[in-house]
């Protein structure tokens, strides 16, 4: 039986100002779309485009409660949470 994987990610912007916390079953294809800014509102406005976090869950009901988790923290938490993976802000995106 083949098992869905579900990520949940946060993105930046250039000058790592802004963090957006998101949940996907196409990390690539997802973080594509930011980029390309196919993906309209928040992150389009704050051209949010760089991958620097992401994490696998298991099944999308985890995933959620992750980035809802996420999303409930200080951005100083959320900073030591990406610098903990990813210390010098890296886009993380060529890597997937």
Same mark, same amino acid.
């Given at each position: 039986?083949?098992? /869905?994987?579900?990520?949940? =990610?946060?993105?930046? *912007? !250039?000058? /790592?100002?802004?963090? =957006?916390?998101?949940?996907? /079953? ?5 973080? $594509?779309? +930011? ?8 992150? +389009? ?10 994490? @696998?869950?298991?099944?999308?009901? *985890? @995933? ?8 409930? $923290?200080?951005?100083? !938490? ?5 610098? *903990?993976? /990813?210390?010098? $802000?890296?886009?993380? =995106?060529?890597?997937?």
């Amino acid at each position: 039986m083949l098992t /869905n994987q579900y990520y949940t =990610y946060i993105l930046t *912007s !250039r000058a /790592n100002t802004v963090l =957006y916390t998101g949940v996907t /079953n196409d990390l690539k294809r997802r973080v $594509w779309e +930011h980029k390309e800014r196919f993906v309209a509102g928040f992150t +389009h406005r704050y051209n949010v485009d760089k991958l620097v976090y992401y994490e @696998a869950c298991e099944d999308v009901t *985890s @995933a959620i409660a992750r980035e809802k988790q996420l999303k409930g $923290w200080l951005r100083r !938490r959320k900073v030591a949470l990406i610098e *903990s993976q /990813n210390p010098d $802000w890296h886009d993380l =995106y060529p890597e997937i």
